[in-house]
């Protein structure tokens, strides 16, 4: 079921700052094809006047609130678009492929994004009414934004002129962000990454240890241990979390590790960067990053040596 239309006045008013969002974001981060600037520790900026090719990365709990354009964001083959006005939420560490699918220099991509910290959210809940109901979507979000969110996000922006503005400021301003959010349309999944003993939280546990461990055997009963969860709980809740099967997720990780290690060191037999990320056969190894990728190891290395 969707929130009911906002008002005229609403609607006219995320209006108005939207277009003053891209405006500021424009004026500092603009001046080439494409540039993420930080503006505080976990906000960030990003421009770009052309549209992207798509980029394989690990996210972190976040907000993108997009200006102008389309971003796209294929999680587990998944293609997920958001455009100007909407906002997307991201509730644990997830391996993503995203890129800016319609930007020019008349009308650029622009988007703001800022991590959520489980520690700055968790005070925010002894606040709220918990009326929201639990999140029903896999993985990520996607809702319009309204004046509400996009009213802090803006006062945000227009003190990066100031300095002393903004370190005294900002804090409060972040912490409106958070509060939007969380009595917004996603306040239920963005409630999960603040509640210690959620079962995003207690996934996210288990994800970590994924990321740190993905050359190793994986356990699913070590996991939903770890998870203080049954097997069966613990597998629907990280499917409903990621919208991968954890023997799933462990692939991409490994998959991304292998490329990260391919494109950035010097040349290096391929089957040992298989064996590196915890591929015992090559021949796996292989058929799995060309599905992922679409070329094999040794020929997407080469590839994008050439274009370097």
């Given amino acids: 079921m969707t929130d009911p239309a906002p008002p005229p006045e609403s609607a006219a008013r995320a209006a108005e700052l939207l277009a003053e969002l891209r405006t500021l974001i424009v004026r500092h981060a603009g001046g080439g094809p494409q540039r993420k600037t930080t503006v505080l520790d976990g906000v960030f900026i990003t421009y770009a006047d052309q549209p992207t090719l798509p980029v394989s990365a690990m996210t972190e709990p976040s907000l993108a609130v997009v200006g102008q354009g389309v971003k796209r964001t294929v999680l587990n083959g998944v293609p997920h678009d958001y455009r100007a006005g909407q906002y997307c939420v991201v509730p644990v560490d997830l391996p993503v492929t995203g890129q800016a699918l319609e930007a020019d220099r008349d009308e650029p991509f622009v988007v703001f994004s800022m991590t959520l910290d489980p520690v700055a959210i968790a005070p925010l809940l002894l606040e709220a009414a918990d009326t929201a109901k639990p999140p029903a979507s896999a993985g990520l979000a996607v809702s319009d934004a309204t004046a509400g969110l996009l009213d802090p996000i803006v006062r945000l922006l227009r003190l990066l002129g100031r300095p002393d503005d903004l370190r005294v400021l900002a804090p409060g301003i972040e912490?409106?962000?958070?509060?939007?959010?969380?009595?917004?349309?996603?306040?239920?999944?963005?409630?999960?990454?603040?509640?210690?003993?959620?079962?995003?939280?207690?996934?996210?546990?288990?994800?970590?240890?994924?990321?740190?461990?993905?050359?190793?055997?994986?356990?699913?009963?070590?996991?939903?241990?770890?998870?203080?969860m049954s097997p069966s709980a613990f597998h629907r809740h990280f499917r409903a979390a990621t919208s991968m099967t954890p023997i799933q997720f462990q692939r991409q990780i490994r998959l991304r590790e292998a490329r990260a290690l391919l494109m950035t060191g010097p040349p290096v037999d391929v089957a040992a960067i298989g064996h590196r990320v915890g591929y015992g056969s090559p021949s796996q190894f292989s058929r799995e990053y060309r599905k992922e990728f679409g070329a094999p190891p040794g020929r997407d290395a080469a590839r994008h040596a050439g274009h370097g």
């Fill in 175 to 228: 912490r409106e962000i958070l509060w939007r959010l969380i009595t917004g349309e996603q306040g239920a999944l963005v409630r999960q990454i603040g509640l210690a003993n959620s079962s995003i939280a207690r996934i996210s546990r288990a994800i970590r240890w994924i990321r740190r461990h993905h050359d190793e055997p994986l356990r699913v009963a070590d996991l939903a241990g770890l998870a203080h």
